[in-house]
């Protein structure tokens, strides 16, 4: 087990999956907070009671899933929500996270974050290393793998802060326009680097 992790973030539909599953290659532990987001919402969790009390009935299943494709329209369009939402969602999220960390195998783990960072709440990461792509890339990579709308896709990458408010944040950075192998190339090189600070 260990406490060693570094942060992987970037704006929407950057890449952040493929940088992962590098890594993985390489037998390094990652930790997807998008995945924890989707289990601490599972029906009869304490965020899920708290999520109950915030929204109606159209925004659950049958089963009582999270409706999460409306959950996510709704955040885009009602910044009064996107906030209450959030100020339910995020501690569960981020104590799920440091657990994760604590029960990691490899000698860092990668924590990946789809959000733009609290960097206070994360000083002791080893490094933060932001995931870039174009807005126009971004946009497709959006309408093809979560099928919006262009209309959708645009108001989603709006929504969230500036590339610029990343990379403020960066000391690593890594571009997923190149090819596979130039991307590979470099978070073999990321690796190394990461490897000799632990």
Avoid at 182 to 192: E, N, T, Y
Wanted: hydrophobic share 40%.
């Amino acid at each position: 087990m260990s406490d060693h992790f570094v942060i992987l973030c970037g704006p929407i539909a950057s890449g952040k999956s493929t940088i992962e599953k590098y890594f993985i290659e390489l037998g390094i532990n990652c930790i997807d907070v998008d995945h924890i987001t989707k289990e601490v919402q599972k029906p009869r969790t304490a965020c899920w009671m708290e999520l109950k009390e915030l929204l109606n009935d159209d925004y659950f299943d049958t089963n009582g899933e999270l409706k999460r494709t409306l959950v996510k329209s709704l955040m885009l369009t009602s910044v009064y929500f996107k906030m209450r939402l959030e100020s339910i969602i995020h501690p569960y999220v981020r104590d799920s996270a440091r657990l994760a960390i604590r029960q990691a195998k490899s000698p860092y783990c990668i924590l990946s974050i789809p959000l733009l960072i609290d960097k206070n709440y994360w000083n002791d990461a080893l490094a933060i290393i932001v995931v870039k792509a174009s807005e126009k890339v971004r946009e497709q990579r959006l309408i093809q793998r979560d099928s919006m709308t262009q209309t959708l896709a645009k108001k989603a990458i709006a929504a969230q802060p500036p590339l610029a408010d990343y990379l403020a944040l960066a000391e690593l950075t890594i571009d997923t326009e190149e090819t596979p192998e130039q991307i590979k190339s470099k978070v073999l090189k990321l690796h190394d680097i990461l490897s000799l600070r632990i």
